[in-house]
């Protein structure tokens, strides 16, 4: 039975969109990569399964976006070079959604290890009522916040309450969710940008919250270059340079600096960690 030490990382990465004609779907198992391990800080170290779900949305009945099916394809990259077994899941509907989750779940829940989980999705996304949905590419039948409920996966529930229940290591969320009028009748209604979404909490764990931005705005989708969203361009500038020693809580307060320093964003960073987790594939209790 894996030993219970629950890390919980929540990043909102909250960005505009640009709209663009209809993309390829599909779907990619991402090879592992590990790299070589290196000497971390003193400390118990231990070593950790690190597992990821990738899902790109830019092929939407309303409204179709630019830049998740290439935010999707890089960070899927990038993490595999991390050492991360990665699935990258593109253009999915509702049913299929649920279904890459549900397999997600099953893999968090069968390794030996405690996992470095990573569930990461750009597309759209919504909030009522500071709840959180994440859009799947079949938004047509979705006219109001009502729809959100039976049409939308509840990222609050579905995402962090399941990683509660099957991985007792360290979870990372990772939303990349436009707000530009995600759905037909939204203009009127939509709150703008994503609500905090308080993470599981565990006495014997800790957590780490990152929002592109403070929550309730939204965030620029023009990084440099075009193909990524700011805050995104500069996770994988940072997720790009990190080694194997690198502690993953450090490495996003570097993206949160970065964007801080480079664009009119502010990020928004909260954490509460007992033990420190490596993208080597290891942790670490102080």
């Known amino acids: ?3 219970i030490l629950t890390f919980a990382i929540i990043t909102l990465l909250v960005s505009g969109c640009e709209f663009l004609p209809t993309t390829l779907g599909g779907s990619t198992d991402v090879p592992q990569q590990p790299p070589q391990i290196g000497t971390t800080e003193q400390g118990n170290d231990y070593p950790v399964a690190q597992t990821a779900l990738v899902i790109g949305n830019s092929n939407y009945e309303y409204q179709q976006l630019k830049n998740p099916t ?17 699935t990258l899941k593109t253009d999915l ?6 279904d890459a989750i ?12 405690d996992d470095v989980g990573i569930f990461y999705f750009s597309g759209h996304g919504a909030q009522i009522k500071g709840q959180n949905y994440l859009l799947p590419i079949d938004n047509g039948r979705i006219r109001s916040e ?29 939303l990349d969710a436009c707000r530009d009028n995600p759905y037909e ?21 800790g957590l780490l919250v990152a929002f592109a931005t403070a929550p309730g705005t939204t965030a620029s989708d023009a990084g440099p270059g075009g193909e990524h969203g700011v805050y995104t361009y500069y996770l994988l500038d940072v997720l790009n340079k990190a080694q194997s020693t690198t502690r993953i809580d450090e490495a996003f307060s570097k993206v949160r600096d970065l964007v801080k320093q480079k664009t009119k ?10 033990q420190f987790c490596y993208f080597g594939g290891k942790c670490r209790q102080p």
């Open 93 to 98: 509907d509702l049913q299929a959604m649920r």
């Open 70 to 86: 290439n935010d999707a394809n890089a960070v899927a990259e990038t993490l595999g070079k991390l050492g991360f077994d990665v």
């Open 146 to 174: 009502a729809d959100l409920k039976d049409y939308a996966v509840h990222a609050d529930e579905e995402i962090s309450g399941m990683m509660k229940v099957a991985n007792a290591g360290m979870n990372i969320i990772t």
């Open 185 to 205: 009748g939204s203009t009127k209604s939509l709150t703008r940008g994503l609500a905090q979404m308080p993470p599981p909490v565990n006495k014997k764990g």
């Open 1 to 3: 039975m894996k030993q």
């Open 102 to 113: 549900y397999d997600f779940r099953e893999s968090l829940s069968a390794t030996e290890k």
């Open 265 to 274: 964003q502010e990020p928004w960073l909260q954490t509460s960690l007992k």
